[in-house]
């Protein structure tokens, strides 16, 4: 096969089963794979040595699903996980529930058993696709070496569909290793469905018409390309806009109308509450906000609320609802009252966290971390946050200011995605700071994947904020039963011997004077660094409660 014949619009590709399946997904955009070696995806290797996707290969399957569903999140094209049969692709399965949950166009193909002798008993044979199927958009298993293009093709094309989200497509040994010649169909990114006028122009004069709207705005911003028609439409239409997850961003954390730590007064004080491209789910007190009519905005009808009463629910491409919400010309209250009062209140709150930030307690609060932290991040620092309280700090305090640049767990909240979105992070954007936040619970999960970053000289800061315990189950065991269990871990753990060991570098920090110059050493070190700062095991970050 020549070059020219592994075309990304379309033509006629021919190969083993790894060059079939990797040529479908080469017009997508995918240029890397993430896995961890197995026999049965050999042929997925061997396309990529032959074509030039770049092979990351990690210690952990979970670290190298992580890092696919990384590599989506950062760059908007599908992020590719190579799993060898059995074991691999379990282990995988936390990482595509996350994608899952996470909206993620995430493509993973797994090895399988040879189809001809199934039922005698091969090596890890297990018929994965009941198990990938409920938390997938797409599981099946490819039959035939003349289907593996349009069905690699097809998975692709199905994950990038909004709502996005992973697919799963294994490959019997005897399928990928056997060869064909077939078209490869065009590639195309889809659009979401077009939403139905009248339900948007009700949302858009809901929101002019309001005395006190507010808007949050979440991933599916990010995913769609829609931050340029937010920005347009809450400045139209004057409206306070908060951020979670991918959201970040898309409205810099320094525009007028950019709020972070008022959204408590949404319940109390909003008449419209906006939700745009995030679910109704607890980290938005379930679509909730005391009297304030909630409107859904959604880049899929299927994604739609089915719990929280909503005034309207546009749905479908976020940018022509937001393109429709800025061009807005029917009459409007004014919201000046109302963006005052929220930025007095905002820099109220501000003011207020200042002494905890700057704080020169022994041992070292984590909010003086944070405080270090933001005097050397640049404006587009990707911050990849992996832990408990440790992570809750940094969501309060760490600012964003371009799309795309703050990795958090999202809503299925699994610990353990730390080096692998590191590692992600690092290969899509080579040029950036790299920052990764670490519980030392969360640690436990990934840190092995250390060598992967010096293997493949990957250099990123992670920053752990160590206190010796699983501070989000400690504190609130503690609260509900007046004691705990199974929440301690080791105090004062050399975690930055490990990743010395491992060939990076590291230093522990137990003075609050030393966080800032520990910080500058790492970020100038070019080399995975881990700055292990003790942190003081009584301070629990501020919340009601993590189990509702
Ligand atoms: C895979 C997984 N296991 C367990 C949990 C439950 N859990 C949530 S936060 C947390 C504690 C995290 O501790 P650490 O990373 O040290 O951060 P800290 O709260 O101490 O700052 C645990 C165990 C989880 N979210 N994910
Ligand atoms: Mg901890």
Redesign the pocket.
């Known amino acids: 096969m020549t070059d020219t014949e592994r075309t990304t619009t379309g033509g006629t590709v021919s190969g083993h089963g790894g060059e079939l399946a990797l040529a479908a997904l080469a017009g997508f955009g995918v240029r890397e794979l993430f896995t961890l070696s197995g026999g049965h995806v050999f042929p997925l290797f061997d396309a990529a040595v032959r074509t030039g996707v770049r092979i990351v290969d990690v210690r952990h399957e979970q670290t190298a699903t992580f890092a696919a569903e990384a590599t989506a999140k950062l760059t908007r094209r599908p992020g590719l996980a190579v799993l060898t049969a059995g074991p691999g692709v379990t282990n995988g399965v936390?990482a595509v529930t996350t994608a899952s949950f996470n909206g993620s166009p995430l493509v993973v193909l797994g090895g399988r058993a040879p189809q001809g002798r199934w039922g005698s008993g091969s090596l890890q044979e297990l018929d994965h696709v009941p198990i990938l199927a409920p938390v997938t958009k797409l599981a099946a298993t490819v039959t035939a070496p003349e289907h593996i293009a349009a069905d690699v093709h097809h998975a692709a094309t199905v994950a990038l569909t909004p709502h996005r989200g992973p697919v799963f497509l294994d490959l019997p040994l005897d399928v990928v290793f056997a060869s064909a010649e077939v078209d490869l169909p065009t590639a195309v990114v889809p659009a979401g469905p077009a939403p139905d006028p009248d339900e948007v122009a009700r949302a858009a004069a809901l929101i002019a018409g309001a005395e006190r709207p507010a808007l949050v705005a979440g991933s599916d911003v990010w995913w769609d390309g829609a931050w340029e028609a937010l920005r347009a439409a809450v400045e139209a239409l004057q409206v306070p806009t908060f951020v979670n997850g991918l959201g970040r961003g898309c409205l810099p954390a320094d525009h007028p109308l950019a709020f972070s730590r008022t959204r408590g007064l949404l319940r109390s004080e909003a008449d419209v509450v906006v939700i745009v491209g995030t679910p109704l789910d607890f980290r938005l007190s379930f679509g909730s906000f005391g009297d304030a009519a909630v409107v859904h905005v959604v880049d899929h009808p299927s994604v739609r609320s089915g719990h929280a009463a909503t005034a309207a629910a546009p749905a479908g491409d976020l940018t022509t609802i937001l393109t429709a919400f800025a061009d807005h010309a029917g009459p409007r209250a004014d919201h000046g009252p109302w963006i005052r009062r929220l930025r007095d209140a905002e820099d109220a709150a501000r003011a207020a966290d200042e002494p905890r930030l700057a704080a020169d307690a022994f041992p070292i609060l984590p909010t003086r971390v944070y405080g270090e932290l933001r005097a050397v991040l640049d404006r587009d620092a990707i911050v990849v946050n992996d832990?408990?309280?440790?992570v809750s700090y940094a969501g309060k305090y760490v600012e964003s200011y371009e799309p795309g640049c703050w990795l958090d767990p999202g809503p299925y909240?699994?610990?353990?995605t730390g080096l692998g979105y590191a590692i992600a992070a690092r290969v899509a954007h080579p040029d950036r700071q790299v920052v990764v936040l670490l519980?030392?619970?969360?640690a436990g999960?990934s840190l092995m994947d250390v060598d992967t970053l010096v293997r493949h000289r990957l250099p990123v800061v992670m920053v752990m904020?160590n206190?010796g315990?699983?501070?989000?189950?400690k504190h609130p065991m503690q609260a509900v039963y007046g004691y705990d269990v199974a929440a301690d871990l080791q105090p004062g753990c050399r975690y930055d011997e490990v990743v010395r060991a491992l060939g990076g570098a590291g230093e522990v920090v137990e003075r609050p004077e030393d966080v800032g110059p520990a910080l500058r050493r790492a970020l100038a070190s070019g080399v995975p660094y881990l700055v292990n700062v003790l942190t003081d095991p009584d301070d629990a970050y501020p919340r009601s409660s993590n189990l509702a």
Do not use: V
């Not at 832990?387 to 440790?390: M, Q």
């Not at 519980?439 to 969360?442: I, L, N, R, T, V």
């Not at 315990?469 to 189950?473: A, N, T």
């Open positions: 936390s832990g408990g309280d440790f909240g699994c610990l353990g519980g030392d619970g969360a999960f904020g206190n315990i699983w501070g989000l189950e």
